[in-house]
């Protein structure tokens, strides 16, 4: 695509969500067709939410077996976190600043050092020492869509695949085992889904290495500071205005949210 067409792309994906309007699809001129088309749209959206400023991180999704069966998809995919988008747990959240609102429960990590596009191919053992914290996570989705399940996995990815914010945990220093710690979600207090951390791409940090090699290719890497979703460990839910929910992490303790 051209770079006309990825502005085009971008704004009209901007416009949608400015009016709350749900997305169909792109008419076929702007509609991605690779892979760097669907990244370099997506980096063009993140310039438009926040001007001159860069990603404050990336979500991934689809990297555990339950959401690749959610979604139909069976490629791990990412998507910008942008800065006004975060918040500290606890936390309450407009139930209207969303289409339909979703949440993920998830093993979130920070970076303390790039991991810059030379430094590829990426490992687990390449990528933990730019690592200085994790923390329990609730991602926040929005379905902005007429029918999502009839969307290929690049129009998605260029809409940040679902993501509309975090609430993260504290930061906890002394990483517990990532492969092993257990995370469950509840809504009001009632048990909703759990899964442990070796169902993201057999570690979260596997994870992260993934996206260092795609940020790579499609940008400048990715850059101290930056906070990383690694993928839920539960399928998605659908809270409705007036509910609770916790995502509590062994080892990491827990974020929480209401929709007021």
């Not at 009209?12 to 309007?21: D, T």
């Not at 991180?57 to 998507?79: E, H, N, S, W």
Request: aromatic share 6%; with cysteine; glycine share 8%.
């Amino acid at each position: 695509m051209d770079e006309d067409a990825l502005a085009a792309a971008a704004g009209l994906l901007a416009s949608h969500r400015r009016g709350h309007a749900p997305f169909d699809r792109f008419p076929s001129a702007l509609a991605p067709a690779t892979e760097a088309d669907a990244y370099a749209i997506q980096a063009r959206l993140a310039r438009l939410r926040e001007p001159g400023r860069a990603p404050s991180g990336y979500k991934i999704g689809c990297t555990t077996p339950v959401m690749q069966a959610f979604l139909a998809i069976d490629r791990p995919c990412a998507g910008t976190l942008v800065a006004d988008a975060v918040h500290e747990s606890p936390a309450e959240i407009a139930h209207a600043e969303f289409r339909r609102v979703g949440v993920e429960c998830e093993i979130a990590v920070r970076l303390c050092s790039d991991l810059p596009a030379s430094g590829c191919p990426y490992y687990l053992e390449t990528v933990a020492p730019a690592v200085d914290a994790a923390m329990a996570a609730i991602e926040l989705v929005d379905d902005r869509y007429v029918d999502y399940r009839s969307l290929d996995a690049w129009t998605l990815v260029a809409d940040d695949f679902f993501q509309a914010g975090a609430i993260l945990g504290p930061p906890v220093a002394t990483l517990p085992d990532l492969e092993s710690i257990v995370g469950r979600m509840t809504i009001n207090g009632n048990a909703v889904g759990q899964g442990i951390g070796a169902h993201v791409m057999g570690h979260p940090l596997n994870a992260l290495a993934w996206l260092a090699d795609t940020m790579a290719r499609h940008g400048d890497g990715l850059k101290a500071g930056q906070i990383v979703l690694t993928g839920s460990v539960v399928e998605t839910h659908w809270p409705e205005r007036g509910d609770s929910v916790v995502a509590a992490i062994d080892g990491l303790g827990r974020a929480e949210v209401r929709f007021v």
